[in-house]
């Protein structure tokens, strides 16, 4: 323990030592000359706020200064602000553990050198411990996923380091104690840091007690101070890993689940005490990735799981499990690769790439392209009559028999029946060109003639249509950013409604349960009231008694208090202490003295001659001080049948008051319930709606890389798409031309 300047032991209320506050730190590093014995922190510089003196980032249990040394050496000086039994004892096994590791066996410099001042710091008049640690210069992790998470191949990467600086806390015993966002530092190589050694664990600490538990939104809800051992960090090593392979294997998870305001990665708290209502959890475990939704299920497992009982992370705890294998004539099929995080394809993939998630879906897209050597085959002819086609033959047949039958039945001019017989001719080519056009080969056909000419057309000019082309792709990468942008926009919505919702539900709850829960509190103190009101009456009853049974004859023993007086007092009728209630005073016009007079009982006022102020306050404080006696002697508790009434009709009071915040509660219940499904709806439509539209973009991309592709071989590919069109063209004459159309309508075929 630190002592004080004079020697002795600093403590304060009961013996516990009163450490200083960040803001009597702040003062006391105003002049370091004075308040540091160190060399370096004595003649250092303190890192200052504009308007407030030394910068402070303050937490749970220290607050941390930046001091810079005369040779530009830069430190951060943790100042403890609450007295943590044994710091001394603690730090210095740490460090002891640490300064014995070979950084040379270490997968990257994580551990971070630190010295710890028995006598750091004067506050206060008194010298309290400090831990100077070496600055370290780094983003923290959540800063740094933020930054970079478009960079899947960067996230990758820093998931694989991660996982090896993790290896090697586990290698030699050693658990940090809270891993989160805030403890872990990027460097500028990208290389990972570690701060904030109060609650790690060395093997010199085995038996002792955890200091703390971490932070709230890493920790299992199994985790208790008795975990406080080697095994204490791998639920937030799994947590984090999971985050970060998330993240690069598609970021478009971090703009769902994370949120900007709070104190966590894509998992929180109440994702692991209640994950039935996450909304988190469907979008990892449903993940078209099969090796996030495999960690994913690892690590909802491990949420019921004591700690000590969880598995190491490791390479080959990541590593798929291999498919079944095929029995020999059995089709191939593709194998899914394991391993670590750098063997996944980046989600994010260059030009002409698929990201990660829509791999299952259109990884075939490219393979259904239009192929180019052998041509399409034509279709050999009209088949199957429909009803379409039977009414388009009735129409013909009718149109051209109607001027005839006109000119028959009606007697038309002789010049009319040419003239009509033309027009009813059209009018059946007419619908037989229609029936024709409407048939689905045809449209085929045209359609495949259509797709040859405009491919002439790109051939003419390969290096305009690949322009066109690369421009088309352009078009559609920007459309699908714009997508993207506006449904991360949307879901970033829904998280903020849902966190205000949510809020807003908590607010009403506590508005409507407020009164309720304050009249419940209430319930002791009114049962009290409630059995001295129905003691009253007995208590009144003793008193009176005991009053009555005391003769006035007994104030003979006070001051000035003489037989004369006492004869007085019976001759008005105050023969008892219970013949008069109190004593008040009028003022005398004549004298200016006042006029005492006694209260009877029954309210009326009596002066007794002989008895003035002195006296009848005497006597007052005589009577006052009787009644004291007997109420002290009289019955304390009811009747039983009394006090079992009022005690019922407090529980009844106190099952209402419960039924209320029940009731209250099972309808904030409800309403979250309700807010959590919409929300949770509308974001897996969102989703859905995204991969959908997503996959058409993605088929379109790949048809136009596909043309782009085919531009290569300009000369020779015009040739192959001229004669082909020919080809096209003359079947389409020959097979679905208006004389098969109208024999396929006369005969069927």
């Known amino acids: 323990m630190a002592v004080s300047s004079g020697g002795r032991p600093a403590t304060g209320t009961g013996g516990v030592r009163k450490f200083p506050t960040g803001a009597n730190y702040a003062e006391a590093l105003q002049h370091p000359e004075l308040c540091f014995r160190d060399p370096d ?17 303050s937490g749970n249990f220290a607050s941390v200064f930046s001091v810079t040394a005369p040779d530009g050496e830069r430190y951060a000086l943790k100042c403890f602000t609450r007295d943590t039994s044994a710091i001394g004892a603690r730090y210095t096994a740490i460090s002891t553990a640490l300064r014995a590791l070979d950084t040379g066996s270490l997968s990257q410099p994580w551990p971070v050198r630190f010295e710890f001042l028995e006598q750091g710091v004067l506050a206060l008049g008194d010298w309290f411990p400090v831990v100077r640690m070496a600055w370290v210069q780094g983003t923290d992790l959540m800063s740094w996923i933020d930054h970079h998470r478009h960079d899947s191949a960067a996230v990758h990467a820093l998931a694989d380091r991660f996982l090896a600086m993790v290896g090697d806390l586990e290698d030699h015993g050693i658990a940090h104690g809270d891993l989160q966002h805030g403890n872990i530092l990027v460097a500028d190589d990208s290389t990972l840091r570690l701060v904030d050694y109060d609650g790690m664990y060395v093997p010199a600490l085995k038996g002792e007690a955890a200091t703390e538990n971490g932070h709230r939104n890493y920790q299992s809800p199994q985790r208790g101070a008795a975990d406080f051992g080697p095994a204490m960090d791998r639920f937030s090593a799994w947590l984090i890993h999971l985050s970060l392979l998330a993240v690069a294997t598609d970021s478009s998870l971090w703009t769902q689940l994370h949120d900007s305001q709070g104190e ?103 393979a259904r392209a239009v192929p180019t050597s052998a041509p399409a085959p034509a279709s050999a002819g009209f ?52 029936g024709r056009r409407l048939r689905p080969e045809y449209r085929t056909a045209r359609q495949r003639v259509r797709g040859l000419r405009r491919r002439a057309r790109e051939l003419k000019d390969p290096a305009g249509a690949h322009r066109r082309l690369e421009q088309e792709i352009q078009k559609l990468d920007a459309a699908t950013a714009k997508d993207g942008a506006a449904t991360d926009k949307r879901m970033q919505t829904l998280q903020t409604d849902l966190r205000d919702g949510l809020a807003r539900i908590t607010m009403d709850l506590n508005r409507r349960t407020d ?133 019922a009709e407090i529980a009844t009071l106190r099952a209402q008051y419960d039924r209320e915040i029940k009731q209250a509660e099972s309808k904030a219940q409800q309403d979250r319930d309700v807010l959590q499904k919409q929300i949770t709806d509308e974001r897996q439509r969102l989703t859905a709606d ?33 004669g082909e069109l020919s080809t096209a063209r003359t079947e389409t004459r020959r097979n679905l031309g208006v004389r098969k159309y109208v024999t396929f309508l006369l005969t069927g075929h």
């Not at 922190?41 to 980032?57: D, E, R, Y």
């Not at 449903?286 to 996030?292: I, V």
């Not at 007995?538 to 001051?559: D, G, M, N, P």
């Not at 996959?695 to 798409?721: C, F, N, T, Y």
Request: hydrophobic content about 40%; overall charge positive.
């Open 515 to 647: 009164q309720s829960r304050q009249r419940k509190a209430e319930l002791p103190a009114r049962e009290q009231s409630m059995i001295a009101a129905a003691l009253e009456p007995a208590v009144r009853q003793h008193v009176e008694a005991k009053l009555r049974a005391t003769s006035i004859q007994e104030a003979r023993s006070l001051s000035n208090m003489g037989a004369k007086t006492v004869g007085a007092l019976v001759q008005a009728g105050i023969r008892t202490a219970a013949d008069f209630t109190g004593v008040s005073y009028s003022q005398s016009q004549g004298s200016g003295s006042r006029v005492a007079y006694f209260v009877r009982p029954g309210g009326h006022h009596v002066r007794v001659a002989g008895v003035g102020e002195a006296r009848a306050t005497a006597l007052d404080a005589w009577r006052r001080s009787l009644e004291q006696r007997a109420r002290a002697s009289a019955p304390a508790k009811l009747p039983g049948p009394a006090l079992t009434r009022i005690r």
């Open 383 to 434: 088949t199957g009559r429909r009803p379409r086609d039977l009414a388009a033959a009735a129409t013909a047949v009718l149109s051209t028999a109607a001027p005839t039958v006109l000119a028959v039945t009606v007697g038309q001019p002789e010049g009319y029946l040419p003239a009509a017989q033309g027009a009813a001719l059209l009018a059946s080519a007419a619908m037989i060109g229609v």
């Open 690 to 722: 995204r991969q959908q539209r997503a996959m058409e973009i993605q088929r379109k991309r790949a048809d136009l890389l596909q043309r782009q592709k085919q531009l290569s071989g300009a000369e020779a590919e015009r040739a192959r798409v001229t």
């Open 41 to 57: 922190l004595q003649h250092g510089t303190v890192q200052q706020s504009p308007v407030l003196g030394p910068k402070a980032i």
């Open 264 to 366: 966590y990665l894509i998992l929180s708290e109440p994702d692991f005490k209640d994950p039935a209502t996450s909304l988190a959890w469907p979008l990892l475990l449903g993940h078209s990735d099969q090796r996030l939704r495999a960690e994913a299920a690892h690590v909802r497992g491990f949420l019921g799981q004591p700690c000590s009982t969880l598995p190491r992370l490791t390479a080959d705890a990541l590593t798929l499990p291999a498919p079944p294998r095929k029995r020999k004539g059995d089709a191939a099929a593709p194998t899914a690769t394991g391993g670590t995080t750098s063997a996944a394809a980046p989600a994010n993939a260059p030009s002409g790439g698929i990201p990660a998630w829509l791999v299952d879906r259109v990884a075939s897209a490219p």
